[in-house]
Nanobody, 126 residues
């Protein structure tokens, strides 16, 4: 079955960096667009970043543009989220998700994604 396993979360200070990884199995990884979302307590799950199956295009939420970078390695079936200049408001559970690549798709919409990881906690202290 399909599995997405996130890692790399933890505690960071404001201004610091973390790198999240998401290892995928059970699917043809290179056929899927990949996204990162986050959910803070009491809030909805928000889009953070997405990348097309061939890394040709990336998309970011305004709140993380210029600070976070999404990338992928199709040979390793892994997608990454490099997070720099972290802020306390970045504290959340971070999820990776996989969506079959389509010509037109709403990368920002959670309902486009078929598979989700279990999430990894990121806590940023001030």
């Amino acid at each position: 079955q399909v599995q997405l396993v996130e890692s790399g979360g933890g505690l960071a200070q404001a201004g610091g960096s973390l790198r999240l990884s998401c290892a995928a199995s059970g699917l043809t990884f290179s056929s899927y667009a990949m996204g990162w979302f986050r959910q803070a307590p009491g809030k909805e799950r928000d889009f953070i970043a997405a990348i097309t199956r061939d890394s040709g295009r990336t998309y970011y939420a305004d709140s993380v543009k210029g600070r976070f970078t999404i990338s992928r390695d199709n040979a390793k079936n892994t997608v990454y989220l490099q997070m720099n200049s972290l802020k306390p408001e970045d504290t959340a559970v971070y999820y990776c998700a996989a969506a079959p690549q389509r010509y037109r798709m709403g990368y920002f919409n959670p309902s486009e994604y078929d598979y989700w990881g279990q999430g990894t906690q990121v806590t940023v202290s001030s």
